[in-house]
């Protein structure tokens, strides 16, 4: 038998690092073959295997770490639940077809044996979890079982949404290709907690889909049938697995819509006037189809956000987190108590953790990343002024719509999350387009664009 090393369950055999070149030169010419097409008619293509290769590396990163810094964690978890799900494929095809798309019943966990081995009960029991368990083990094939060849599978697929994010930007401000490159494509944070096996991989994948889909359909028409059953299946995507950032997404895309077509309005009175109208009906009609989502929503639900919140609050003064949680205080159950909380709280899900609070390496390295956000914005703030930035605000849709789910996500997490290690995770579902903002900002402020409605 190969030697192998162990890492608390897991083991990687050295057949697997002589693997991961092979397969990293297969990757490569598949990439400059779909590179070599397309960057004529689109010389931005020039990032694309850049934005691959950082993405791959960045999965090796956190898988490693994973296995020599904390010996275990939840992305193992994750494969080795998603291992069980492909040995029952090669054991029973059926068995399988009922677990994959199925319900996670007594009955079908019933279907596993000793011989597949049994996904973690907890894991297997959260639709959520259980939704990227059924994605993860489908990739696990073509990586012959390997953990570290798995992890670079899943970065491959996951940067097709990453790409399309990219581009979007890129096409509504070409001049800023650079900005959102470092933005979307090689933001540390991003990269790191968003390439190996975890749900936000997949996640943030789905809603670069998504707003790619929402630009190719509603902004510039293209391939509308393509785009509108793609964007249904990220979306439903998102809901099984983390259906709470529906609804960040939900105000910004609606007001983007909108607000686009209102900037084809010649009459700048009548923009004035119908401007506040369609912001009442996005945060009407959004709260309405939040409500319909209640169901998917579990803790994040309307009806269920204060409990939540009491809940984290209360847990933050456990013992178990040993200095690494944070308190923003009690929240009041009612529309003002969420607005007084409101500030403390998008500022804890944007900056935080400060690096003062960092308690170990990967905490240092978001919080260097955050005081370096937290001086731009601030900058930016005393050199523009609130009401400038605003008019840009409502005046630029796909900068509103990034501020509007940044700041919506934020607030969400600001409120409902104590423990910084949770926070940095959930953050990178919206890093990329607070950064892309402020870049935005940035770069319309230097050349001192005059604001138009």
Not at 78 to 95: C, G, H, R, V, W
Request: hydrophobic share 50%; net charge positive; charged share 10%.
């Amino acid at each position: 038998m190969a030697e192998t090393f162990n890492f608390g369950y897991l083991y990687i055999h050295l057949w697997e690092w002589a693997a991961l070149p092979i397969y990293l030169t297969f990757i490569f010419f598949i990439a400059l073959w779909h590179q070599k097409k397309k960057i004529g008619a689109n010389p931005i293509y020039r990032y694309y295997i850049w934005g691959l290769f950082a993405k791959i590396g960045a999965s090796v990163l956190f898988a490693l770490i994973y296995l020599y810094y904390y010996h275990g964690g939840d992305t193992i978890a994750y494969y080795e639940s998603a291992l069980t799900m492909k040995n029952l494929l090669f054991q029973s095809p059926i068995d399988w077809l009922q677990n994959e798309f199925g319900s996670n019943s007594p009955q079908n966990f019933s279907l596993f044996t000793s011989s597949t081995g049994y996904p973690l009960p907890y894991m297997y029991c959260d639709i959520h979890t259980f939704t990227a368990i059924r994605l993860f083990n489908i990739l696990i094939i073509p990586a012959f079982n390997s953990f570290l060849l798995s992890s670079i599978l899943v970065a491959c697929f996951s940067y097709w949404g990453m790409w399309k994010m990219f581009l979007v930007f890129s096409n509504v401000y070409p001049k800023l290709e650079k900005s959102f490159a470092f933005a979307v494509l090689f933001f540390p944070s991003v990269l790191f907690w968003a390439s190996g096996l975890l749900k936000d991989t997949i996640t943030l994948s789905c809603t670069g889909w998504i707003v790619y889909c929402v630009y190719s359909v509603f902004i510039i028409k293209k391939s509308r049938i393509l785009h509108g059953a793609l964007m249904i299946i990220n979306i439903y995507l998102i809901l099984l697995i983390k259906p709470y950032i529906i609804i960040a997404l939900l105000p910004g895309a609606l007001m983007w819509i909108f607000a686009q077509r209102i900037k084809t309005i010649k009459n700048s009175a009548f923009k004035t006037i119908i401007l506040p109208c369609i912001i009442i009906l996005c945060v009407f009609g959004g709260y309405a189809i939040i409500e319909r989502l209640n169901a998917y929503l579990g803790k994040f639900s309307i009806q269920k956000v204060a409990t939540t919140a009491a809940i984290i609050q209360k847990d933050m003064h456990q013992s178990y987190y040993h200095g690494h949680g944070f308190d923003i205080g009690a929240t009041q159950n009612t529309p003002i108590g969420y607005i007084e909380k409101s500030p403390i709280a998008i500022t804890a899900g944007l900056f935080r953790p400060f690096i003062w609070e960092s308690g170990n390496i990967v905490m240092l390295i978001s919080g260097i990343e955050n005081t370096v956000i937290l001086v731009i914005s601030v900058l930016m703030l005393l050199r523009n002024g609130l009401v400038r930035i605003l008019r840009r605000f409502i005046t630029e849709p796909l900068l509103f719509f990034s501020l509007t789910y940044s700041a919506f996500f934020a607030f969400g997490v600001g409120i409902s999350t104590s423990n910084f290690g949770a926070l940095v995770r959930f953050k990178v579902a919206y890093l990329p387009f607070f950064v892309a903002a402020i870049l935005i900002l940035l770069y319309k402020t230097s050349r001192l664009e005059p604001d138009s409605l």
